[in-house]
C-alpha cells in the first residue's frame, strides 16, 4: 500500500494525465459509435464526432493555457472570469443570444456554436472562494468573513442559474462551495445548517415545476413511469444489463437506436456497458477514482493555501459530476441532465473540465516535492497565513 502510495505521490500528474486522455478517447469512440442515431445529427453521421472534435481542439487549447500560465494571475483577477460568467448567465434571457431549449434557458449563441454559461459558473465560483479564503486565512471561522459573505457572493450566479430552471447546475456548484469551505476551515456548523437549507430549497424548488415533480416520482416508482418519465432511465438499466461483463461489441448496441434518448450525451455510461460491458463500466469508475487520489495529492502538495483551495475546488467539482452522472443512469439517483466529465457530447462542459485540468497541472509544477500527510490538509487549510 505504501509503495502504491509513493508511486501516485511520485507520478501523480502523468498519471493524471494517461487517465484524463484514455476517457477523451473514449468519448470520441463512443459518440462515434451512438451519435449517428440521434435525431439531431441533421443526416450527418459524423455531426456530433466533428463538433465534439472542435471542441475538444477549443479545451486542449484552454488546457495548455491553464497549464502554462501561472495559476497566481487568478488570485489577482479572479474578478474577471466572474463578472463575465454574470454578464453570460444574464444573456440567456435576452433572445436572439440566449436560447430557450427544453424549457430552460441555459445557453448563448456564439455564432458558431452554443455555449453553457453555467459552466464558466464551476471556474468562477472556485476561483473567488480559493482568492477570498486566502485573502482572510485568520478569518475562516468568523460568520461574515467565514461564512455569510463568500456565500452572498457565489449566491449572485447560483440565483442566476435556478431562474434558468438548472437545478442540477445550481446543486453542483452549491456542493463544490460548500466542500471547498469546509476545506478552508469555515464553521462546520454554519456549514451543515447551510447544506440542509440547500438541499431543502431545492426540494421545494423542484416540487413547485411539474417535470421535476415527474422526474422525482419517476425514481421512486420507476416501473410505473417507464414509458413517461422514467423511460430514460428505464431504458439505461436495459442497456447496462444487456451489456453484461464484456458486452455486445462496439457498434453494436441497441438502445441507441431511438430506444434510449440522449444516449450521446448524459445516458452515454449505461452505453458503455451495452457496448463494451462491465469490465470497462467498472474500468470508467476507476479512472474517475484515479482522478480523485492524483487531484487531491496535487491539492495537498501545493506550494500556497489559494492553490490548495483551487485544486480542491476543481477536483471535487468534476468528481460530483461524475457521481452525480453515474448515480442517475444507473437509477441510484432521479433523473438531472448532467453530462458525464470528458465523455459526454458537450462542448462547454469539455472545454471547462479541460481547463480545470490545466490549471490543476500549473498547480503540480508549482506544488512541494514531498507529500504532506492527509491528515494535515485541514490543519494547513486553517493556519496557513495569507499570501
Not at 51 to 57: E, G, I, K, S, T
Not at 162 to 172: F, H, I, K, Y
Not at 224 to 240: C, N, S
Not at 245 to 271: C, S, V, W
Request: glycine share 10%; with cysteine; charged share 10%.
Amino acid at each position: 500500500m505504501k509503495t502504491i502510495t509513493a508511486i501516485l505521490q511520485r507520478h501523480s500528474m502523468h498519471i493524471l494525465l494517461l487517465v484524463i486522455s484514455g476517457l477523451v478517447t473514449l468519448g470520441v469512440v463512443m459518440l462515434f459509435s451512438t451519435s449517428a442515431f440521434a435525431k439531431d445529427a441533421h443526416g450527418d453521421v459524423y455531426y456530433f464526432v466533428k463538433r465534439q472534435v472542435f471542441w475538444l481542439l477549443i479545451g486542449l487549447t484552454a488546457c495548455t493555457v491553464g497549464a502554462l500560465m501561472d495559476y497566481h494571475f487568478w488570485k489577482k483577477w479572479w474578478w474577471l472570469p466572474f463578472a463575465l460568467c454574470a454578464v453570460l448567465l444574464t444573456l440567456c434571457f435576452i433572445p436572439p443570444i440566449g436560447l430557450r431549449i427544453n424549457g430552460s434557458n441555459r445557453w448563448i449563441h456564439l455564432g458558431f456554436a452554443n455555449f453553457q454559461p453555467s459552466e464558466l459558473a464551476k471556474v468562477a465560483s472556485i476561483l473567488f472562494l480559493a482568492w477570498w479564503y486566502d485573502r482572510h486565512a485568520p478569518r475562516t471561522r468568523e460568520f461574515f468573513f467565514g461564512f455569510l459573505f463568500p456565500i452572498a457572493i457565489v449566491s449572485i450566479l447560483l440565483v442566476l442559474i435556478v431562474l434558468e430552471v438548472d437545478l442540477g447546475a445550481t446543486a453542483l456548484i452549491g456542493a463544490a462551495m460548500v466542500a471547498t469551505m469546509f476545506v478552508a476551515g469555515s464553521n462546520l456548523l454554519y456549514l451543515g445548517s447551510c447544506a440542509l437549507v440547500g438541499l431543502a430549497g431545492v426540494i421545494v424548488v423542484a416540487t413547485q415545476i411539474p417535470e421535476r415533480m415527474q422526474r422525482f416520482l419517476a425514481f421512486l416508482h420507476p416501473e410505473q413511469y417507464r414509458l413517461t418519465e422514467g423511460l430514460q432511465q428505464w431504458q439505461a438499466l436495459i442497456a447496462i444489463g444487456s451489456g453484461g461483463i464484456d458486452g455486445l461489441g462496439l457498434g453494436n448496441g441497441r438502445q441507441k437506436m431511438l430506444y434510449l434518448p440522449e444516449a450521446h450525451t448524459d445516458f452515454i455510461f449505461p452505453m458503455i456497458g451495452e457496448e463494451l460491458g462491465l469490465i470497462f463500466t467498472l474500468l470508467v469508475v476507476t479512472c474517475y477514482l484515479v482522478i480523485c487520489i492524483c487531484g487531491y495529492l496535487v491539492a495537498i502538495n501545493a506550494k500556497d493555501r489559494f492553490g490548495m483551495l483551487l485544486a480542491f475546488g476543481f477536483v471535487t467539482t468534476i468528481l460530483i459530476q461524475a457521481a452525480v452522472n453515474i448515480g442517475m443512469t444507473t437509477s441510484l439517483l432521479p433523473n438531472k441532465g448532467m453530462p458525464l466529465p470528458f465523455i459526454s457530447f458537450g462542448g462547454s462542459n469539455l472545454l471547462i473540465c479541460l481547463f480545470m485540468i490545466g490549471v490543476l497541472i500549473n498547480i503540480h509544477r508549482h506544488g512541494h516535492p514531498v507529500a504532506v500527510p492527509l491528515g494535515r490538509v485541514r490543519l494547513a487549510a486553517r493556519v496557513t497565513p495569507r499570501i
